[in-house]
């Protein structure tokens, strides 16, 4: 990888005016440049090789598009098109006013993009979404003022995120506003944030190119919104972790280590409605003086539920190789060995082993004791999170509702948990060595359990409540059947938490 060049931030401002931005709209319309559009014309395979960072393909098959062909060029290969294309496939926008604008740029006899717009859909259907080049379309590193496209974690943030109807919304640190769009699904009013002011412009063009009202304030963390709560708040900050500096505002906080994290885990609950739920990315420090799941917790402010997901763990050095290739910088280059140098000192100077991501889910629980779960959940699953952060929660009330009550309760193991067991050869036969529990769906929970929970479980088809199905079990075994509830009774609330175990009339 050759060392990119470096460039100033920028200080011109895009320009897309409601005028602009219909016209825009009628052209992509026009031309089907939206996502089912785009996968048609490209097809599943060329669209897959794009994806991969493959653009080969897709060009070729974009020849055969028309229009959509130009604009797939433009905006998803980063090419260079002649005037006359351009104009048939931005009309009624003429090439020349686009470019003041700023969505194009001249290039000798032709225009290339100056922002990135491309589609992006959901299951209900598609957005445009503005955003700036990246640094191989931009031939440079990225300046300070970068807004990223839809990235990686920007997708895993919208699937880990609960989409139940709410009536107020706060995108934290909105950048090119796609959080706010998916959040207009499912929300009366949505309000987006952020520290930089060309994010604010690429959302309000993101916005307006999509017909949407929504709220933009401008300023650092929680301060634009001070005095205000809302029903629900995701966030994807500036999460990376290093030395207190600024390289990117889309990533780096000017806040040292994890605390940007903490910062927005401590505060957020502040701004919740009694009840009220906030989803964020959050990175955190694994350090040889305490445990991952202590770190996080203390940042936790009172009553307030958490659930931490933590899905990767970064050796330090690869984590400082893959932002500083992020950005377009190479590691080799002189440029990239200081910044890696300075960054991999500060891991040795505070004792950094690794660094942790993932998801946390908050919730606002007023007057009631709350529950505060870390969990390692670094196996591959594909069912989206956010459902599944939805259903916690509510298994979380119902067993702070349910108290000591839960004897009383006829339980279902759903269908989609199945035991697996692991045997071993022995002097009498096969024998059972491992039990373990598999949820299939979700974040796919396992438990390892013992014979006698396994035969409790097996018991738990709707028709009888816990308390006699353990009386049955300790008569079966000549076991106490208070010892036995009191052993079984922490099991119970685990398997409920992770939706392994079910209250057969919900």
Not at 104 to 114: F, K, P
Not at 160 to 171: E, H, I, Y
Not at 492 to 502: N, Y
Request: net charge negative.
């Amino acid at each position: 990888m050759a060392a990119l060049p470096t460039v100033s931030t920028r200080t011109a401002l895009p320009d897309l005016s409601d005028d602009v931005c219909a016209r825009l709209r009628e052209a992509f319309r026009r031309t089907s440049y939206d996502a089912d559009g785009v996968v048609a014309a490209l097809g599943g395979a060329a669209h897959a090789a794009l994806g991969r960072g493959e653009p080969v393909p897709a060009e070729r098959a974009s020849r055969d598009a028309g229009d959509l062909g130009t604009l797939i060029r433009l905006f998803l290969l980063g090419g260079t098109e002649p005037e006359t294309a351009v104009k048939a496939a931005f009309a009624p926008l003429s090439p020349s006013e686009a470019a003041a604008a700023g969505v194009l740029r001249e290039a000798g006899d032709g225009y290339r993009a100056a922002l990135d717009i491309r589609p992006h859909g959901d299951e209900e259907g598609s957005w445009w979404v503005v955003s700036d080049l990246d640094a191989d379309v931009l031939g440079t590193t990225v300046p300070e003022d970068h807004v990223l496209g839809v990235g990686h974690a920007s997708l895993s943030l919208i699937r880990a995120t609960g989409r139940r109807p709410v009536g107020s919304l706060l995108d934290l640190g909105t950048g090119n506003g796609v959080q706010a769009l998916h959040a207009t699904r499912h929300a009366e009013r949505v309000t987006a944030t952020d520290v930089s002011a060309r994010a604010l412009a690429l959302a309000a063009a993101t916005f307006r190119l999509n017909e949407l009202d929504v709220e933009l304030l401008r300023g650092e963390w929680f301060a634009p919104v001070a005095r205000r709560k809302f029903d629900q708040v995701v966030c994807n900050p500036p999460f990376v972790v290093g030395p207190a500096r600024v390289d990117y505002t889309y990533r780096d906080s000017g806040l040292a280590g994890d605390d940007a994290s903490a910062l927005v885990v401590r505060q957020l609950p502040g701004f919740l409605n009694d009840g009220g739920v906030g989803h964020l990315l959050a990175s955190w420090l694994h350090t040889g003086k305490e445990d991952w799941a202590d770190r996080v917790s203390r940042w936790l402010p009172a009553e307030t539920d958490a659930w931490f997901v933590q899905r990767d763990v970064a050796d330090p050095a690869l984590y400082v190789g893959t932002w500083l290739r992020d950005a377009g910088l190479d590691p080799r280059s002189p440029e990239g060995r200081a910044k890696a140098a300075a960054w991999l000192d500060w891991f040795a100077a505070n004792d950094v082993r690794g660094i942790g991501f993932g998801f946390v889910t908050l919730r606002r629980a007023a007057g009631r004791t709350p529950t505060v779960v870390c969990e390692d959940l670094r196996q591959a699953y594909d069912d989206p999170l956010g459902p599944e952060a939805a259903a916690w929660l509510d298994r979380v009330e119902w067993l702070r509702e349910s108290g000591d009550s839960l004897l009383d309760v006829r339980f279902v193991v759903p269908e989609t948990v199945l035991l697996e067991s692991v045997e071993e050869p022995g002097d009498e036969g096969w024998a059972t060595t491992v039990r373990r529990l598999h949820r299939t769906d979700g974040p796919g929970w396992q438990h390892e359990v013992d014979e006698l929970a396994t035969r409790l479980l097996a018991g738990c088809r709707g028709a009888l409540p816990l308390e006699d199905l353990i009386e049955l079990l300790a008569a079966a075994q000549g076991l106490s059947s208070e010892e036995l509830a009191a052993a079984a009774l922490p099991v119970v609330r685990e398997l409920v938490r992770h939706g392994m175990l079910v209250p057969a009339d919900r």
